[in-house]
């Protein structure tokens, strides 16, 4: 129909179904809704308009049906059929002819993976974590001083790092507030050429509005924001340093190499176009410890499986800023 509009985590399923291969048809079938709304949708052209009394904002999952989840795993494990498993669409289905449940199928798929994955490495467990390329991206703020045209002055510094090939991106602000952090992962997306499938992030107020880890609840506009640019939120859990520890290392990494001794600059501008040389400069001369290869070799394999930037643009930067990381990033 034209000028349907659709609920977001509706849209949030459109385009991560997309980016999995999946057909609009089957989409369409799968989420009951018609072909040219999928079409409309699927690779991120448009945005739909958010509309407040029908906003459906994602849903906590209560214990009750987190421990409905886990017995759907313990029913697979007692039958041992490897063709016969509960998908996530499976999970929600029966929650809702079982448990009456009226909440979104994008918040149960969320909690389904991070529940196996939970069962997979224990919490307290100290194993390294592994990521396959195009996997996740952790983000982090941190802050430091610069001076501007004279001024000392305290800047933000957003920071973002490829989990597989350790890639990074550093972007300054004079504020670290929703805007900014929105504004800052659409540079880094640039930066990188393409989107990891997660994004892993701290339970911070900028982007959850209540609860932590599995159980948060994202604030409305970055819920939009992930919906478009198709990236599964994972929030870590409290006192859980290992589950964003790349990224916390570059946030010192960043401070002693990239801002000392103290930057003297014209102004903000200025700053990050250093910051995004030094980052180019990182991304070809660096080897990460203990890895096989250099940073650039596994960003060259990396970018290849980094999901496609839709064409709408959900944030409006300053163009000049957009050509800048461009430029840089084809030197």
């Given at each position: 129909m034209k000028g349907v509009i659709i609920e977001l985590d509706i849209y949030s399923a459109i385009r991560t179904q997309y980016l999995e291969g999946e057909s609009i048809r089957s989409i369409a079938r799968s989420l009951k809704i018609s072909r040219p709304t999928v079409k409309k949708y699927c690779e991120g052209a448009t945005h739909p308009e958010v509309r407040k009394p029908y906003q459906r904002e994602p849903d906590i999952i209560t214990d009750d049906i987190k421990a409905f989840v886990l017995s759907c795993f313990k029913q697979d494990e007692d039958e041992n059929l490897k063709k016969q498993k509960h998908t996530a669409k499976k999970i929600y289905d029966r929650l809702v002819a079982e448990k009456d449940?009226?909440?979104?199928?994008?918040?149960?798929?969320?909690?389904?993976?991070?529940?196996?994955?939970?069962?997979t490495v224990p919490p307290q467990s100290s194993v390294p974590l592994s990521y396959a390329p195009g996997e996740a991206v952790q983000i982090d703020w941190g802050e430091a001083t610069a001076y501007l045209d004279g001024q000392k002055t305290k800047v933000y510094k957003f920071c973002g790092r490829?989990?597989?090939?350790?890639?990074?991106?550093?972007?300054?602000?004079?504020?670290?507030?929703?805007?900014?952090?929105?504004?800052?992962?659409?540079?880094?997306?640039?930066?990188?050429?393409?989107?990891?499938?997660?994004?892993?992030?701290?339970?911070?107020?900028?982007?959850?509005?209540?609860?932590?880890g599995i159980y948060a609840k994202p604030q409305a506009k970055y819920f939009s924001f992930s919906s478009h640019y198709a990236f599964s939120l994972d929030f870590c859990n409290p006192a859980s340093g290992n589950e964003k520890g790349l990224v916390e290392?570059?946030?010192?990494?960043?401070?002693?190499?990239?801002?000392?001794?103290?930057?003297?600059?014209?102004?903000?501008?200025?700053?990050?176009?250093?910051?995004?040389?030094?980052?180019?400069?990182?991304?070809?001369?660096?080897?990460?410890?203990?890895?096989?290869?250099?940073?650039?070799?596994?960003?060259?394999?990396?970018?290849?499986?980094?999901?496609?930037?839709?064409?709408?643009?959900?944030?409006?930067?300053?163009?000049?800023?957009?050509?800048?990381?461009?430029?840089?990033?084809?030197?």
């Open positions: 449940f009226n909440g979104s199928y994008s918040s149960v798929r969320i909690a389904v993976r991070k529940l196996k994955a939970e069962r490829l989990c597989y090939s350790c890639d990074i991106f550093v972007q300054v602000y004079k504020a670290a507030n929703e805007e900014t952090f929105l504004e800052a992962q659409q540079l880094m997306f640039d930066f990188f050429g393409g989107i990891p499938r997660r994004v892993i992030f701290d339970n911070a107020k900028v982007a959850v509005k209540e609860g932590f290392n570059l946030v010192g990494y960043a401070r002693r190499n990239f801002l000392v001794p103290v930057p003297r600059v014209a102004d903000i501008d200025e700053l990050n176009r250093k910051l995004w040389n030094d980052c180019i400069s990182y991304r070809k001369k660096h080897k990460v410890e203990h890895r096989q290869n250099p940073v650039n070799v596994m960003y060259q394999e990396e970018v290849k499986f980094l999901n496609a930037i839709p064409k709408y643009r959900i944030i409006n930067v300053n163009q000049n800023i957009v050509k800048g990381i461009s430029n840089i990033c084809e030197v």
